[in-house]
């Protein structure tokens, strides 16, 4: 019996490994879709020899996105800007990349597409993220009916761009800003959990055509989530609360550099709470428990504690 393949865009990214990881271990045939494929070939162990294979796609680019999912019986796509650069746009890539990649899938035949999205996406929002983010739902629902949709809150895990971020300034300054006074609620759910929930999209009938909010077990506020990562790492830090509109000034500034630590639209981001709406299916619907910050944050950020991770035991 052949193997069933699944095309995975992004597959080297933050997500995509754990995706990629988990459908190899159910036997899947994998592509992961990146645009530089040899910066992807740490990918390749994870799974028996040849059965995961990066190849490179680009989503602004129509030829080889078709390439990508030829055949694939699944096409995911983790596909997604937290700020702009260059040609990377927000309506390039959140837009019409993933309108393309569901539109390619359906011509392809696949049977299953999954895209990530994220809760907040609203085509109201005053955040160009948001915004995008809801226009992208919108263009694969519009190419691939029975898509399903995935939102997370904040993703955690040990390659993280949140907690990892913070705790390396930690390690640096003496205080942590608390944009808009670090009110803003966030329900930060496991990667792990948005792998498995991304193969319960892939393996469930009646996962088709739905959207699902993933968040994890506990909501906390940004100053509550600063608070446990110092507790973590064992430091004491200021957390200064920065009022929004100083934070929009300096987005606005720093948004200006290659690689900006932070934006004018993630400013507006931050001023609405980021966690599962009412009634919104989520990760029990799919049949996942999700798994609490306090199982995990240990496993990675005890490298910043002072003297690294060893030293709690002295």
Known sequence: MARRLATVFGGSGFIGRYVVQRLAKQGWMV???????????????????????PVAANLRHQGSV??????????????????????????AVHVEGAG???????????????????IGA???????YARTKAAGEAAVRAAFARA????????????DQFFNRFAQMARMSPALPLIGGGHTKFQPVYVGDVADAVMAAIERP????QTYELGGPEIRTFRQLMELMLSEIERKRLLIPVPFALASLQGALLGLLP???LTLDQVRLLKRDNVVGAGMPGLKELGI???????????????????GRHMRLA
């Open 259 to 261: 690689m900006p630590p």
């Open 122 to 128: 609203d085509p109201a929002s005053p955040a160009a």
């Open 31 to 53: 592509r992961a879709a990146v645009r530089r494929p040899d910066e992807a070939l740490f990918l390749k162990p994870l799974g028996d020899v040849g059965q995961i294979t």
């Open 148 to 159: 399903t949709v995935l939102r997370p809150s904040i993703v955690f895990g040990p390659e």
């Open 289 to 307: 428990d999700a798994t609490a910050l306090e199982l995990i944050l240990p496993t990675y950020l005890a490298r910043y504690r002072p003297g």
């Open 206 to 209: 009646e996962a088709l055509g």
């Open 100 to 118: 393309r990649t569901a539109a390619a899938a359906a011509k392809a035949g696949a049977s299953r597409f999954v895209q990530i999205s994220a």
């Open 66 to 91: 078709e390439a990508a999912v030829a055949g694939a019986d699944a096409v995911v796509n983790l596909v997604g800007l937290l700020y702009q650069a260059g040609p990377q746009r927000f309506d």
